[in-house]
């Protein structure tokens, strides 16, 4: 399984497809679902409002969406695929300039949130809402967090006979 990541309408500056895989595995690591597979799609404004309007009935753009596999009719043989993430990058790209920080970082926010409501997390009362951004925040620190470097190997020595 895996984070299938792909991009419609880009490439787009700021985004970089490793760097935005590597976070959705690590977030996926975090949550101990390693084995599930995370679809995520960066799109523009036009793909997304059109989503929005078909399955949201909002007629208009939004930042993220989240289509669960788990929910619906057939949710029960959903398995490990947990559902697609869709971020609007002109979206994040406004709301990241409003907010004073980088696309890098609001696209990654939106990969979190959206993520958590593939997981059944929501956010329609004030107490849901704040236990949603907490935990938000720590899936964008586990995300962020470098790898461990690898263990470095003892040198070699070579065994020295010594003669009597």
């Known amino acids: 399984m895996g984070v299938l990541l792909?991009?419609?309408?880009?490439?787009?500056?700021g985004v970089d497809r490793r760097t935005m895989k590597r976070r959705a595995e690590k977030m996926l690591a975090f949550l101990e679902k390693s084995d599930a597979e995370l679809s995520v799609a960066f799109v523009d404004d036009a793909i997304i409002h059109e989503l929005n309007r078909?399955?949201?009935h909002k007629d208009k753009p939004t930042d993220v969406l989240a289509f669960a596999m788990s929910e619906g009719e057939l949710g029960h043989l959903a398995g490990l695929v947990l559902?697609?993430?869709?971020?609007?990058?002109?979206?994040?790209?406004?709301?990241?300039?409003?907010?004073r920080k980088t696309l890098l970082a609001e696209c990654t926010m939106l990969?979190?949130?959206?993520?958590?409501?593939?997981l059944g997390w929501?956010?329609?009362?004030a107490a849901k809402d704040r236990a949603m951004r907490a935990e938000t925040d720590r899936l964008i620190a586990a995300s962020e967090t470098r790898a461990e470097p690898p263990p470095k190997k003892k040198p070699r020595t070579k065994s020295v006979r010594r003669s009597k």
């Open 6 to 13: 792909r991009v419609e309408g880009g490439p787009y500056a």
């Open 111 to 118: 990969l979190a949130h959206g993520l958590l409501h593939l």
């Open 54 to 56: 078909d399955y949201r």
């Open 83 to 99: 559902g697609d993430v869709i971020i609007s990058v002109p979206t994040a790209k406004r709301q990241a300039k409003a907010a």
């Open 122 to 125: 929501d956010h329609e009362t």
